[in-house]
Structures are given as C-alpha cells and as structure tokens.
C-alpha cells in the first residue's frame, strides 16, 4: 500500500488504518509530573524502548498490545502500558525473559487512555500470542474494554483519536 491510495469508505490514507500506536509513558507516570531518575526503574534505556517499568510511589507497569479492529478489515494496534502489582513485577520479570515466557498471563488494569473510550483502569488479561511480541490484551471484566477488544469499531471513529 502506498500513501496515495486513499480509503473508499472515509478517503483518507490507507496507510492510517493499519498500523500501531505506541504509548510512551504510563498515564499516572505522566499525571505525576516531573519525577527523578532514581525512582524509575525500566528494562530499557528509555520508556519507548523498555517492556517493564517501576515508579516509586506511582506503581509498576508491563508493555501490552491492544489490537482494535476496525470496518474494512482493518487494525490500530496500540502498545499500551498495564499497571501491576509491585510484588508480581519480579516474577513477571523472571518468566517474561525465560523460556515460560510463552506461557505467561498476566491480569492487571489498563494504564493509557486508548481512543475514544474510558478505559484507564479498567482490569484487563494479558496473554501471549506470539513468543517474539508483547504480550496481548485478550480478555477483560470490564464490558468496554471487552467489547474494545472482542468488537469490530467504525474506523472513522477510531482514527479521529489518533495523530496523523
């Protein structure tokens, strides 16, 4: 697909309709405002890059995918931050970089505004898919984090959301 084929249904870009939304921070990382290096812990060099995170005081977090499918077959993937419990933070740690990491499932609650819906803190089940990916929000308690994830959304609805 190139960027100059435009959609028959809303005539923008194909290209904005398939494609993946990283979060950088947690919400409550970012509501907290400036916060000193040595109360952060991240797998990683930056939040962008990093799988897991610990915030003294604010909370510790895992990368999750959420993908949302859209009217004419497509997808917004959006890699989201799910809050944890400091205590199951190590454990998750330990199996996400062992050889169980294909069996992992992880429940916690959503910790990104995604889209149009309310969703920030709402439970959500973790699973993984794809040994090589983060794991995938698969399942939730909340009815609209279930019906974001199990449903199929109009597309203009959704892109609207997202930056261009």
């Known amino acids: 697909m190139t960027n100059a084929e435009k959609c028959e249904l809303c005539g923008k870009p194909v290209d904005l309709h398939d494609r993946q939304v990283r979060l950088v921070y947690p919400d409550p990382v ?6 000193p ?3 952060i812990w991240m797998t990683h060099s930056d939040a962008n890059t990093s799988v897991m ?3 003294n005081h604010i909370g510790a977090f895992v990368r999750a995918l959420l993908p949302v499918h859209l009217t004419a077959g497509h997808t917004i993937t959006y890699g989201v931050w799910v809050g944890v419990s400091p205590d199951e933070l190590r454990s ?8 169980e990491y294909k069996d992992l499932v992880v429940d916690g609650r959503l910790a ?16 993984v898919l794809e040994s090589d990916q983060a794991p ?29």
């Open 112 to 127: 990104n505004v995604v889209g149009p819906w309310d969703l920030l803190g709402a439970s959500v089940r973790l699973r």
């Open 92 to 99: 998750i740690s330990d199996t996400w970089w062992s050889s």
């Open 37 to 39: 290096a040595s109360d």
């Open 136 to 164: 995938y929000c698969v399942d939730s308690t909340d009815s609209a984090l279930q019906s974001v994830i199990a449903d199929t959304w109009d597309h203009e609805l959704v892109l609207c959301t997202l930056p261009d």
């Open 53 to 55: 995170m610990q915030v």
């Open 30 to 35: 970012l509501d907290a405002g400036e916060i």
